[in-house]
């Protein structure tokens, strides 16, 4: 069980100082627990220690960075029940979820304790011509300095790990910005991290008003700032952030082909879980699935029998697939969206009913461009299918958005494989699979309104340093 409050944390140190944020159980509507709130003084004060914590941050061994997030996997392994009941409670992930993500969680800091010790420079020729003679080069990465990370909901401990390990791997000290909605898991890290030998002042974990949390993206003393959710706000903090280097991780709409030679029964189960695991509260859950003509009907009947087999209910039960959507108002939205497709020509195959904060899951058919569904980012149990008889009409049809994450196609043929990589406008490609795929040491992320920059720990590593150049010159 939850306890009855957790506190904040403010320069390595839990601060109970009220019990201003309620922590809903979000399948029951239930206050689970409470938790402290920071104020705009508050986020200042962290700020400040983390602007002070740089040197010492920087002075970090890599093998003490690597220590620090050993420990951390560690002791999130011997919390790993407690982690995913407090998932399952506090964003209503079913518990089989859940436990995936604290998994993932462990490989997040796993990598980049693998990753800390790794962080190399480069030698450089510099005698490219006759003035250069007797000069040589050298190139080592430094850290950036105090880090600002703001996370979403949907996934409170992942997406959190992949702005903390990078940033302790690295030697950046940081200021964390968790969801209200689902606060606990990114205090549970601070509690961990709490336990190491960070410098005092590295560290910040701050459930936040949004009158104090502008500071995270305007304040200069922060050298960085990296961002997880919807486009609208992204777009907003990019623009409002001044000189410092942006990382934004934002929405999709993400598509998967299945041609005409996949393997259907392989390909219904990937789908089906795709666009429905997590409730369907991913960015890179699929949305829209487009099915060959000579597999159409085949897949079709497979696709709606597998989507109405899944049970919905409590996300405590070991058999629940579909849990509740982050909040009523969310799947009044989806329910809305639902009807506007159904009400412009869409079949609705099976799904569409809402009770409260619970959507069963939903397959609409043949949904005209221009309706939400098809345009915009469901984030939630719904999926789209139609059909398709030529392939290279179907990756337009991928490009034909806005948004561009990833894309999954189901094929055998190595040229259209190819061609899928070389044509798509997306940040991944996966053959094979589902656009949902992901592992945390991969490059991960988007383009168009899907985002700037990539996460993945060596990538994300990579953006938390800079280069620093020394030229030597040897007398001739």
């Given at each position: 069980?939850?306890?009855?409050?957790?506190?904040?944390?403010?320069?390595?140190?839990?601060?109970?100082?009220?019990?201003?944020l309620e922590v809903?159980?979000?399948?029951?509507?239930?206050?689970?627990?409470?938790?402290?709130?920071?104020?705009?003084?508050?986020?200042?004060?962290?700020?400040?220690?983390?602007?002070?914590?740089?040197?010492?941050?920087?002075?970090?061994?890599?093998?003490?960075?690597?220590?620090?997030?050993?420990?951390?996997?560690?002791?999130?392994?011997?919390?790993?029940?407690?982690?995913?009941?407090?998932?399952?409670?506090?964003?209503?992930?079913?518990?089989?979820?859940?436990?995936?993500?604290?998994?993932?969680?462990?490989?997040?800091?796993?990598?980049?304790?693998?990753?800390?010790?790794?962080?190399?420079?480069?030698?450089?020729?510099?005698e490219i011509s006759?003035?250069?003679?007797?000069?040589?080069?050298?190139?080592?990465?430094?850290?950036?300095?105090?880090?600002?990370?703001?996370?979403?909901?949907?996934?409170?401990?992942?997406?959190?790990?992949?702005?903390?390990?990078?940033?302790?791997?690295?030697?950046?000290?940081?200021?964390?910005k968790p969801a209200?909605?689902?606060?606990?898991?990114?205090?549970?890290?601070?509690?961990?991290?709490?336990?190491?030998?960070?410098?005092?002042?590295?560290?910040?974990?701050?459930?936040?008003?949004?009158?104090?949390?502008?500071?995270?993206?305007?304040?200069?003393?922060?050298?960085?700032?990296?961002?997880?959710?919807?486009?609208?706000?992204?777009?907003?903090?990019?623009?409002?952030?001044?000189?410092?280097?942006?990382?934004?991780?934002?929405?999709?709409?993400?598509?998967?082909?299945?041609?005409?030679?996949?393997?259907?029964?392989?390909?219904?189960?990937?789908?089906?879980?795709?666009?429905?695991?997590?409730?369907?509260?991913?960015?890179?859950?699929?949305?829209?699935?487009?099915?060959?003509?000579?597999?159409?009907?085949?897949?079709?009947?497979?696709?709606?029998?597998?989507?109405?087999?899944?049970?919905?209910?409590?996300?405590?039960?070991?058999?629940?697939?579909?849990?509740?959507?982050?909040?009523?108002?969310?799947?009044?939205?989806?329910?809305?969206?639902?009807?506007?497709?159904?009400?412009?020509?869409?079949?609705?195959?099976?799904?569409?009913?809402?009770?409260?904060?619970?959507?069963?899951?939903?397959?609409?058919?043949?949904?005209?461009?221009?309706?939400?569904?098809?345009?915009?980012?469901?984030?939630?149990?719904?999926?789209?299918?139609?059909?398709?008889?030529?392939?290279?009409?179907?990756?337009?049809?991928?490009?034909?958005?806005?948004?561009?994450?990833?894309?999954?196609?189901?094929?055998?043929?190595?040229?259209?494989?190819?061609?899928?990589?070389?044509?798509?406008?997306?940040?991944?490609?996966?053959?094979?699979?589902?656009?949902?795929?992901?592992?945390?040491?991969?490059?991960?992320?988007?383009?168009?309104?899907?985002?700037?920059?990539?996460?993945?720990?060596?990538?994300?590593?990579?953006?938390?340093?800079?280069?620093?150049?020394?030229?030597?010159?040897?007398?001739?």
């Open positions: 069980m939850l306890k009855d409050a957790y506190p904040y944390y403010l320069a390595n140190e839990a601060v109970f100082a009220n019990q201003d809903t159980d979000k399948y029951s509507g239930d206050v689970a627990t409470r938790v402290a709130m920071a104020d705009a003084a508050t986020i200042d004060q962290a700020i400040e220690a983390a602007d002070k914590a740089s040197a010492a941050m920087a002075a970090l061994a890599p093998y003490e960075r690597q220590e620090i997030l050993y420990h951390c996997v560690k002791r999130f392994q011997e919390r790993f029940d407690e982690l995913a009941e407090a998932l399952c409670i506090e964003a209503g992930k079913p518990i089989k979820d859940a436990r995936g993500e604290v998994t993932r969680l462990i490989d997040t800091f796993r990598v980049a304790a693998e990753e800390a010790v790794r962080i190399e420079g480069e030698v450089l020729n510099l006759a003035r250069a003679k007797g000069y040589r080069g050298m190139v080592k990465r430094v850290p950036i300095g105090p880090c600002s990370f703001i996370s979403p909901f949907n996934f409170p401990l992942n997406l959190a790990a992949h702005k903390v390990a990078p940033a302790i791997a690295a030697g950046c000290p940081f200021v964390l209200s909605r689902t606060p606990i898991g990114a205090i549970i890290i601070g509690e961990v991290l709490a336990e190491t030998a960070l410098p005092k002042g590295a560290f910040s974990v701050l459930p936040c008003h949004r009158d104090g949390a502008d500071l995270f993206t305007t304040d200069d003393r922060f050298k960085l700032l990296s961002f997880t959710g919807s486009p609208d706000v992204g777009w907003d903090l990019k623009a409002r952030a001044g000189k410092k280097p942006v990382i934004l991780e934002l929405g999709g709409n993400a598509a998967v082909v299945v041609d005409e030679d996949a393997d259907l029964n392989d390909a219904v189960e990937r789908i089906v879980f795709g666009a429905f695991y997590q409730s369907g509260q991913s960015c890179i859950g699929v949305q829209r699935i487009m099915i060959h003509d000579k597999v159409y009907d085949a897949l079709k009947s497979k696709l709606v029998e597998k989507t109405a087999s899944l049970k919905m209910g409590d996300p405590k039960d070991e058999d629940t697939f579909i849990g509740p959507v982050i909040s009523e108002g969310e799947a009044s939205r989806l329910e809305n969206w639902i009807n506007e497709a159904v009400d412009a020509g869409a079949t609705l195959l099976t799904g569409g009913k809402r009770n409260g904060a619970m959507l069963e899951a939903t397959l609409l058919e043949d949904a005209p461009a221009g309706t939400h569904i098809v345009e915009e980012e469901a984030f939630g149990p719904v999926a789209v299918i139609s059909r398709f008889s030529d392939f290279d009409a179907a990756l337009q049809a991928i490009n034909d958005s806005k948004f561009g994450l990833q894309a999954g196609i189901f094929t055998r043929d190595l040229y259209k494989a190819q061609k899928a990589w070389d044509v798509l406008e997306v940040g991944g490609v996966v053959i094979g699979d589902v656009p949902s795929w992901r592992v945390d040491n991969m490059p991960y992320g988007g383009v168009k309104d899907s985002g700037l920059g990539r996460e993945g720990i060596r990538w994300a590593i990579n953006d938390m340093t800079e280069e620093r150049l020394l030229v030597i010159r040897t007398p001739q």
